[in-house]
Structures are given as structure tokens and as C-alpha cells.
């Protein structure tokens, strides 16, 4: 673990003059979250703004870096920036940072003028042209075409020096109509060869271009139209390709959504494939790289002149090896250059990557002949090379290759004209991906069945809703380009940044100073000096290395399953809850997404970063639905990710997304995401969350002007979606904001508010109305525990400092429902004529009493704080007490080894670890606590 490298840097502010047209500049350092990079290829990276600092209309950006190209992402109520973005150019000398400096000058016109001048002052400027049928995009190292029709995504690739090196880039897709259930019966089942149907491919290079083109592709997988056999197109892709001024990659952003049948659409492969001329080079000038373990690298040629019986000489030995090429075959022993028909020429080379501890690789001559083992190894880089010395070549890698099992990589071709490399995202050699229900239905075809095996099992089932149709997957692929075979050192280091390509990020302090993301949060320099901050950290700590330690020794890899953590533990069997139904994979159950960003916030921490992103990577797309009636809502955790019935908002919720959308400079694929996250409003009214427990009196109307809806578990999704596109001005954010200000006013009209917990919602207005329980608003006091666990604090507070003039009685209906939540069961009967009871997760809701100690600036609440945060007592909860330690489990008692913490579920680990942060930033701890409980406010 690493302390983020900022320690000693100061920022510079300065302010010129007071007043809003003065000139005022403000300079922000951002450093890699990483070691420096010796090289990158070009990134994206997101800076926050306070409030009023900067107009967006009248702020130029400058850097200490070649080519850098700003643009805002996001915008305060005021029309100052909150979020701006940067593209910078690639570089093959890099630093351990930049400063990006916003200047407003006192001149209106500034805006436009900086959008021309900014960036690629020096380095070479990104170049666009598109006419009827393509898009092409000069980086200054390569010229790469985009088709707008047909079945090649990417027309060619060509270097700076005019080689093609690559060329008809498209989709594949394998599928078939079953799966054999007993070994060799594949009678009936069809088999289907579909390729990329582009629908469009649009360009777009925000500010003044000079350092970014994002090409995007959408389409569909087609079966070619003179072939017989045809399943029809489906599985529809966005295909997005990041192109950098002065660099030879392309960052390639691969979507699917599963729209098809579980039970007779199964994928067989799913791969991108290549075309790589080869003409005019010899058989034994061209390379064949595939990455191995750590770093390692396999060197083949196609036509091999090492370790023959005649030696052809040392340097042409050597230079094949290397991958440069051979000296001329005259000067080589004539007894291997008169024989070289004699040698046999591979065509094929192929990896597969079957699973997470292994993987194969062979080769053959040419198809029909018998493959020939390599000797493979662990987990594979994911990159593979073919080109020639001379003609260049193409290299293409996948990200998290080996976490994404089952994996391949294929060659294919190599001794002719044109070969061909595939990435497969899901290798045709792997058993056909089945996402059919995993039992079926075991009989519960009433709800009060179903409510029944949720008693046991956990489970929420519903025939018709364990359903796949609308699941997505987003992988990340990287294409580098090269006049000639690279070396294997190159390659290698390219292998390890499309594994975790370099990442900026400014000073936590800053961002934190700026409040664009929650006020919630504070950095662990900033909450130290007490024996109890000191602990908490610590136990945070040790929940980022369990997780993390976890992911490796369970396994928890795979297509569709990396990204995501298991939800309860086995103690009897010393195994996560994989098969039982409501405790398998966690689908962000009690928000632990929340809790690795606002650590990552705070920290700068790389890995604490990679955790959280995978889980962006997941949660967004696997857990949530993109198609269908279940569009914009997610599904609780299950033994399949998309298993349980209950769908909802809770889980699909943008604000696990947020802080990655704006540090990562507004990830394109994350902002689809949170588009979709607005559709919720129409998720809600086709599927009844709570139709299983409904009193029997209440008719749940499918009326999108009265939803019966919580506000936590259901509003708090949309709302986090409405806010952030009000925030970034998105095509619908005069309406969100609409929506979000008439909640605001219509709200506390509730006469219990919060503490209201279901009421009726108007999905086209935002306004509230009091629930059907109770038409004329005497007041209805019902709570949930689960209604605050899933970022309604966080978003709700984004809220009030987004927009500090929402009415007061908005936020004061929020903090009672903070302060009577886990209130004595006096208070609240005084309040609300109605007590509460024992109240759940009061660990988790120690934040919300945090918060409105810190809001009303009551000590004692403060301690009240602190004291449901270390005495809750309960199962969902982490203390001082817990061993925070792991147990070795080893021998037969265990699969393989592992390290056990059986009292951790990770629902107290998100809770813990949430308001842990919270706590120690809202209302601190005293100096020299001792984890009694005892802290006193300090600050505000
Ligand atoms: C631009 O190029 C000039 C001359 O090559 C160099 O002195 C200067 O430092 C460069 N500026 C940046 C921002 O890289
Ligand atoms: C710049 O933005 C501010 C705030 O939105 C606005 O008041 C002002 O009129 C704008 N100026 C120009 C020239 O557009
Ligand atoms: C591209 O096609 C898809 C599918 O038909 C459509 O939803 C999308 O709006 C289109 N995009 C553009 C930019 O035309
Ligand atoms: C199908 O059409 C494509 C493009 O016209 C052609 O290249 C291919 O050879 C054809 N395949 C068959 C089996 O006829
Ligand atoms: C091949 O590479 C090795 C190690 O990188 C180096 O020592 C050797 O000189 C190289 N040979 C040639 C011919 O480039
Ligand atoms: C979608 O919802 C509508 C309205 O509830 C329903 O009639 C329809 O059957 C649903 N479609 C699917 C595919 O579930």
C-alpha cells in the first residue's frame, strides 16, 4: 500500500481580484495514481472546480504537457464549473504530474478564443475527417479509418510511415440454438458464425480537439446474408474507440447487451478480429509475441532458424529472435539457406485461457494437420502480436484477460498474404456460456411460496424475472500499431498498461476542498490525531486487503462475474454463500461500491481504485439492465447476478458510478449508464418493487403520476441520475432539475417526511403526494432499514450543496429523518406518536445521526454519533471487539488455502466501512479517544 505521492506539493491559488470578471487563476496538480509510467499512450483524467470559481463560459486550461484538450463535465447551478475533463496526448517521456491551470480573463469572448488556442501548441494535434462513408483519424503516429456501414468497424490502420498494419477490424460472434446435456449429444442444436452490422459510427472530440477523437460505434451482430442457416442479428454492440494525438493505440471500449433467450441463445465465442498484411516479408522475418506471466513474453516466428541441427549464424539467429530482421540469406551457412523448405512454417498459434490459473497455448503448420503443445503457464497478459521486421505489425491486448475467463487468442493465417489476429472476450474453446436459471422454480408458483423460501434460502425468486435479457458487459481493449516488430521489452510494457493503464488523479485534499463530490468525506491526514481515528483507519485498511486478498482466493473471476463480491459467509463449510440463493454475489447490497470511492477519494490509493472500478465495470452493466421492461433498475444480490426478482433502483443507482464518471474526465460508457439510470421512472411503474408485500388493500397502479415509491430504495436511484445530469447538463437536465427542485418543494408536505418511507411519486413532475395509506395526510411513520443504506445520504447531500437555495424545509425534513432514525423509542413517540422499535443496521445509520449532528452543530449528537457506531452490538455490524484478523485455513478441511474472517458478512464491512469515513469526517473523533464511544465534535 501507498501513500498517495502528493505529501509535499502545495497548490497555488491566486486571486487576482475579488470581483467574478477579474482575472483568477487556479492551478491544480494531478499525479499518477501509480508509479509513473516510462510511457503512455494517451488518457483521460477528470478535475474538479469550487463552486463560483470559474465560469465555464470564460476559463481557458492550460498544462505542462505537451497536448492537453479540456472541456467541462459538469457545471454548478451558477454556470461555474464543477467538473472539467482533459485529454492528453501521448508521451514517450513522461512526468510524475502536470498542473492544469484554469485563467478566467475579465473578458467574455475568452471562452470561445480558449477553446482555439488550448492545447496541441507543441506535439502534434489530433485530425478528423469524415465524408459519406468513413471517419479517419490522424494521431500523428497513425491514421486509423472508421467505417460507417457495413461489417468493418475498423477499415485499416496504417503508420505514420504509410504501412497498413492492420486492417478489416470487426466483430465475431459465436452462437447455438442448445447445449449438449450429456456428452457428445448435439442432436437439433444449430450453430451460428454472425459478424459485426454497424447501425452508425459517429466522431466526437469535445473542446478544441486537439488531444482526443472518440469514435463510437453501434450495431449489431449479424449472420452474412449468403449464409444459410440464419439465426437473425442479435446481440446489439457499442463499440468506442479513443484515439490520442502522438500515439500508436487505440483504446477500444467494447459494450454488449444480452437481448437474447437464455434457454436458445447461448454464445459460444465473442471475439474482435484483425486483418494483418504480411505480403512482400519473409516467412522468417515475421513475429509471432504472445504475453505470458508477468511481463513474460513467447518469441515464435512463423518460420523458425533457431535451434536447428545447422546453425544459419549467430546475428541471423539473434535478430529473428529479437524481431528484427534477418541479415540478407546470402550471408547466411548456406546448409540452412538451401534447405529452408525443409522447415516447417506455422500458420496458427492459439491461447487459451480456460481459467484463472491457466492457460494453454499451440501452434500448427496449417488447418488440418495435428497442433503442437507450447508450454503455457499461469495467467496470461492478454496481448498477442503478428507482423513482420519490415512490413510492421499489430498487436492487440485485452484488459483483465485472465480475470475475464474464459479467454483466448488466436493467429491465424501467418504464412499467407494476410493474416489475422482475434481477441476473444469469450473463447470458442470454453463450454458455451450458460445463463439459463440455475434451479427451476422448485415449485413456488404463489408469492406466499416464494416469501416462504426467502425464509430459508434467502432468495427472492419469481418465475419470468431471473431473466439475463438486458444484462451488459463492457470490456476494454487496447490496438497498437508498429512499422516493425516491436521489442519483446515494448510489448511487454504495453501488455502491463492495457492491464492497468495509467491513471491521474489530483491532490485528495483538493478534491475534497472543492466539495463537487459530498462533503462526507475528509482525507485521513486531514481526521487524524486520535487513538480512535487511528483504529478506524486501520480497520479500513484491513477491509481493502481482505476484499481484495478475497477476490484472489476465491476466485471471484470470470466473464460476467469480476468486478463483484460475495455477500455472506459459510462458517460450517469456510466458504462465501456462492449457491445459496440470497447471500451469493453481493450486486452492491449496502452500498461497499460507496465505500472503496470515498476511501479512493481520500486516499489516492491505486488499489483501492482498481477494486472500485471493477466494480463500476460490473455493477453498472451486469447487475443493471439496459433492455427491456427492467431498463434503468438492478437486481439483489443472488447466486446469478441477475437471478432475484426484486429489481430496483437501489442497485442500479449512478451515484456507485459518479465518482468514477467524473475522475475518469466522463467515461462515455458510464455516462450511457446513468442515462439509463433516468429510465428507472418507467421501471417503476412496469414492475411493482414491494408486489409481493403489499397490504392487501393497497392496488399497486401502473401510473406514472402516482408511483407508489420509498424514497430510498427506489427515488434516491433516479434522483442520483437526475442530479448528475443536471450537473453535466445532459439532454434531459432541465427537466431533472425541475423534477429534483419540485421534490424539494413538494416533500416536506409529507406530514411525517422522510419518516413517510412510501409515498406517492410523479415520475413526470417529481412531485410528491402523501401515500394511499393515507389520502389526507394525518401522517404515516414507516421505516425501512433499508431505505438509507444505499446512497440516499450521499446523493442527498450532493444535492444540497449542488444547490444551496433548495428550500430549508426540504433538508430539515432529511435531518429528522437522520436524527429520529435510531432516536429513543421516546423521542420518537413524542415526535411521531409512533415508536420505532430496535431498530436495524445502526452502525450503518450512525452517519445519518453524524450528519445532522454536524448540519444542527449538536455535540451531543455528535457522541450519540460515535455511539451507534461502536456499540450497535448486532450481526450487521463491525466493532472493536471483532478480531480484525484472518484465519488460514489449509489441508482438507478446504478446497485450497484461504484466509478466513467469519465474522465478517460484507454487509458490515460496506457499513463499517461507509460511516467509519463518514463519521470520522462529519463529526470527528476527540484527541486521545480510546473507542469507547466518548468522542466529542471537533470542527464544525
Ligand atoms: C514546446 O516546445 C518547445 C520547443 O521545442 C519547448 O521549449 C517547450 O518546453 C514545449 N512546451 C511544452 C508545453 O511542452
Ligand atoms: C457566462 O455565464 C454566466 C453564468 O451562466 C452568464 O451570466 C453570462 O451571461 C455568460 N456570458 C456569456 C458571454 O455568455
Ligand atoms: C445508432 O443506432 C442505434 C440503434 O438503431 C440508435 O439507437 C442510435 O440512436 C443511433 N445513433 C446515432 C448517433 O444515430
Ligand atoms: C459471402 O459473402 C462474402 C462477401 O460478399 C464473401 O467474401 C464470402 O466468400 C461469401 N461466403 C460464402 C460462403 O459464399
Ligand atoms: C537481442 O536482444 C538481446 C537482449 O535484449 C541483446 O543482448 C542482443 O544484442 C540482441 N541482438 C540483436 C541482434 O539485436
Ligand atoms: C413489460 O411490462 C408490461 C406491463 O407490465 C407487460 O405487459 C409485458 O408483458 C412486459 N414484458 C415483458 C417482456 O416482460
Not at 499518477?32 to 477528470?46: A, L
Not at 447445449?179 to 457428445?184: F, H, K, T, V
Not at 463510437?216 to 442479428?233: C, E, F, K, L, M
Not at 486483418?275 to 523458425?304: C, K, N, T
Request: include cysteine; charge should be negative.
Amino acid at each position: 500500500m501507498r501513500t498517495h505521492p502528493f505529501a509535499l506539493l502545495g497548490l497555488a491559488r491566486l486571486v487576482a481580484h475579488p470581483s467574478v470578471v477579474a482575472a483568477v487563476s487556479t492551478s491544480v496538480q494531478v499525479k499518477w495514481i501509480d508509479e509513473t509510467p516510462t510511457s503512455h499512450t494517451g488518457t483521460t483524467f477528470g478535475l474538479p472546480w469550487a463552486r463560483g470559481r470559474h465560469l465555464a463560459n470564460a476559463t481557458e486550461f492550460s498544462a505542462d504537457a505537451g497536448t492537453l484538450q479540456s472541456w467541462v463535465t459538469a457545471y454548478w447551478p451558477d454556470g461555474s464549473i464543477k467538473w472539467s475533463a482533459h485529454a492528453l496526448g501521448g508521451e514517450e517521456s513522461v512526468k510524475e504530474g502536470y498542473t492544469v491551470t484554469a485563467s478566467g480573463a475579465g473578458n467574455s469572448s475568452v471562452g470561445e478564443k480558449a477553446r482555439r488556442q488550448t492545447g496541441g501548441r507543441n506535439g502534434t494535434a489530433i485530425e478528423i475527417s469524415e465524408s459519406t462513408d468513413e471517419i479517419v483519424v490522424k494521431t500523428g503516429k497513425i491514421t486509423a479509418s472508421f467505417a460507417k456501414q457495413g461489417s468493418d468497424l475498423v477499415k485499416k490502420i496504417e503508420t505514420a510511415s504509410g504501412k497498413v498494419v492492420g486492417k478489416n477490424g470487426h466483430l465475431v460472434l459465436l452462437s447455438q440454438s442448445g447445449i449438449p446435456e450429456y456428452e457428445g449429444d448435439s442432436t437439433g442444436i444449430q450453430h451460428y458464425k454472425l459478424s459485426s452490422k454497424i447501425y452508425n459510427t459517429t466522431v466526437s472530440s469535445e473542446g478544441d480537439g486537439s488531444a482526443r477523437a472518440l469514435v463510437t460505434v453501434q450495431g449489431i451482430h449479424s449472420t452474412p446474408a449468403n449464409s444459410t442457416g440464419s439465426r437473425g442479428d442479435w446481440l446489439p454492440f457499442t463499440v468506442r474507440f479513443y484515439l490520442y494525438a502522438n500515439s500508436d493505440a487505440i483504446r477500444t471500449i467494447h459494450t454488449i447487451i444480452y437481448d437474447g433467450d437464455s434457454k436458445s441463445d447461448f454464445i459460444s465465442g465473442l471475439g474482435i478480429r484483425f486483418d494483418v498484411p504480411l505480403a512482400g516479408e519473409e516467412l522468417y522475418d515475421r513475429h509471432v509475441r504472445i504475453a505470458g506471466v508477468d511481463g513474460g513474453m513467447l518469441h515464435e516466428a512463423v518460420q523458425g532458424i533457431t535451434g536447428l541441427r545447422r546453425d544459419p549464424g549467430a546475428s541471423a539467429r539473434s535478430a529473428q529472435y529479437n524481431g528484427t530482421k534477418t541479415p540478407d540469406k546470402s550471408t547466411w551457412d548456406t546448409r540452412v539457406s538451401t534447405r529452408l523448405q525443409w522447415i516447417p512454417t506455422w500458420s496458427d498459434f492459439r491461447l487459451t485461457q480456460l481459467s484463472p490459473d491457466g492457460f494453454n497455448i499451440k501452434k500448427r503448420t496449417k488447418a488440418g494437420q495435428s497442433w503442437v503443445k507450447i508450454p503455457g503457464g499461469t495467467r496470461s497478459g492478454g496481448l498477442a502480436y503478428l507482423g513482420g521486421a519490415t512490413v510492421g505489425g499489430l498487436a492487440v491486448g485485452l484488459r483483465d484477460f485472465w480475470k475475464k475467463y474464459p479467454t483466448s487468442l488466436d493467429i491465424s493465417d501467418s504464412t499467407t498474404d494476410q493474416g489475422s489476429i482475434t481477441l476473444w472476450l469469450y473463447s470458442p474453446s470454453a463450454e458455451p456460456m450458460d445463463l439459463r436459471p440455475y434451479h427451476d422454480g422448485l415449485g413456488q408458483d404463489t408469492y406466499a411460496k416464494q416469501l416462504d423460501a426467502l425464509e430459508v434460502t434467502y432468495e427472492d425468486w419469481e418465475e419470468g424475472y431471473n431473466t439475463p435479457y438486458g444484462i451488459a458487459r463492457t470490456n476494454e481493449a487496447f490496438i497498437y500499431a508498429f512499422d516493425s516488430t516491436p521489442s519483446a521489452d515494448r510489448l511487454s510494457e504495453l501488455t502491463s498498461q492495457s492491464n492497468e493503464p495509467p491513471v491521474l488523479y489530483a491532490e485528495p485534499s483538493y478534491v475534497e476542498e472543492t466539495g463537487a463530490l459530498g462533503t462526507y468525506w475528509k482525507t485521513p491526514e486531514a481526521t487524524s490525531g486520535s487513538a480512535d481515528a487511528a483504529e478506524i483507519e486501520s480497520h479500513l485498511d484491513f477491509l481493502i486487503k481482505f476484499y481484495h486478498d478475497q477476490v484472489e482466493q476465491r476466485r471471484w473471476f470470470g466473464f460476467w462475474d469480476h468486478g463483484d463480491i460475495m455477500h455472506g459467509y459459510d462458517t460450517d463449510r469456510h466458504q462465501w454463500k456462492y449457491d445459496i440463493g440470497g447471500y451469493a454475489w453481493d450486486n452492491s447490497e449496502l452500498s461497499p461500491d460507496l465505500f472503496f470511492w470515498n476511501h479512493f477519494l481520500r486516499t489516492g490509493r491505486a488499489d483501492v481504485y482498481r477494486l472500485a472500478e471493477a466494480q463500476v465495470r460490473h455493477g453498472g452493466e451486469v447487475d443493471s439492465y439496459h433492455l427491456g421492461n427492467f431498463t434503468g433498475l438492478g437486481t439483489r444480490h443472488n447466486v446469478q447476478h441477475w437471478g432475484d426478482s426484486a429489481k430496483q433502483a437501489r442497485v442500479s443507482t449512478p451515484v456507485y458510478r459518479k465518482t468514477f464518471y467524473y475522475i475518469s474526465g466522463g467515461d462515455e460508457r458510464t455516462g450511457d449508464l446513468i442515462h439509463e439510470a433516468l429510465q428507472a421512472e418507467k421501471g417503476f411503474y412496469l414492475v411493482d418493487a414491494r408486489r409481493k408485500v403489499r397490504a392487501p388493500d393497497v392496488v399497486y397502479k401502473p401510473d406514472p403520476t402516482a408511483l407508489y415509491l420509498d424514497f430510498g430504495t427506489d427515488w434516491a436511484g433516479v434522483a442520483a441520475a437526475y442530479l448528475i445530469e443536471w450537473e453535466r447538463r445532459g439532454p434531459r437536465w432541465e427537466e431533472s432539475r425541475s423534477k429534483l427542485l419540485e421534490t424539494a418543494r413538494t416533500y416536506p408536505d409529507l406530514k411525517f417526511g422522510f419518516v413517510t418511507g412510501e409515498a406517492l411519486y410523479n415520475s413526470l413532475t417529481g412531485t410528491w403526494s402523501p401515500p394511499p395509506t393515507d389520502p389526507s395526510n394525518n401522517g404515516t411513520a414507516s421505516i425501512s432499514h433499508l431505505s438509507a443504506v444505499f446512497g440516499v445520504l450521499e446523493t442527498l447531500d450532493q444535492l444540497f450543496s449542488h444547490d444551496p437555495t433548495l428550500p430549508s424545509a426540504f433538508k430539515d425534513a432529511w435531518l429528522d429523518y437522520c436524527y429520529y432514525y435510531s432516536a429513543s423509542n421516546a423521542e420518537q413517540l413524542a415526535r411521531y406518536g409512533k415508536s420505532f422499535g430496535k431498530v436495524n443496521l445502526r452502525q450503518g445509520h450512525a452517519r445519518l445521526t453524524a450528519y445532522a449532528a454536524r448540519e444542527r452543530g449538536n455535540a451531543s449528537l455528535a457522541a450519540r454519533a460515535w455511539d451507534e457506531f461502536l456499540n450497535d452490538n448486532s450481526a450487521d455490524e463491525l466493532g472493536p471487539d471483532d478480531p480484525w484478523s484472518t484465519v488460514v485455513w489449509k489441508g482438507s478441511d478446504v478446497l485450497t488455502q484461504v484466509d478466513e474472517a467469519d465474522w465478517i458478512t460484507t454487509n458490515a464491512a460496506a457499513l463499517y466501512g461507509l460511516a467509519g469515513i463518514e463519521l470520522l469526517a462529519l463529526v470527528g473523533v476527540s484527541e486521545g479517544g480510546n473507542g469507547t464511544g466518548n468522542g466529542t465534535l471537533v470542527g464544525r
